[in-house]
Nanobody, 123 residues
Framework: QVQLVESGGGLVQPGGSLRLSCAVS?????MGWFRQAPGKEREFVAG????????DYADSEKGRFTVSRDNAKNSAYLQMVSLKPEHTAVYYC???????????????????WGKGTHVTVSS
């Protein structure tokens, strides 16, 4: 069983930055970050493989978001810069139930999800 707890969300002005954290209880292999904005479907934001050597991003966030992990601390992170109002959403971290190679972008392939952390970008 894997438990995930996100933190670091909050209110930030346009152009600002936030760093989200995901604390992992149990063993997490590849990990992903997703978000769901009001009235929209959940979407992939960023992912990282078990070693931290491979990452992938939604096209819209390449160059803006950076995903990382610290396996010694059982944590994953999402650094977000140059935020815009359209980044307002609940951000979730997710982990699969078994070892996989590479990065998964399909949310349906993740078995464990945190409860999310709210990010609001507004002046």
């Amino acid at each position: 069983q894997v438990q995930l707890v996100e933190s670091g969300g909050g209110l930030v002005q346009p152009g600002g930055s936030l760093r989200l954290s995901c604390a992992v209880s149990g063993r997490a292999y590849a990990m992903g970050w997703f978000r769901q904005a009001p009235g929209k479907e959940r979407e992939f934001v960023a992912g990282i493989d078990w070693s931290g050597d491979m990452t992938d991003y939604a096209d819209s966030e390449k160059g803006r978001f950076t995903v990382s992990r610290d396996n010694a601390k059982n944590s994953a992170y999402l650094q977000m810069v140059s935020l815009k109002p359209e980044h307002t959403a609940v951000y979730y971290c997710a982990a699969p139930g078994a070892f996989i190679m590479g990065v998964m972008t399909d949310g349906h392939k993740y078995d464990y999800w945190g409860k999310g952390t709210h990010v609001t970008v507004s002046s």
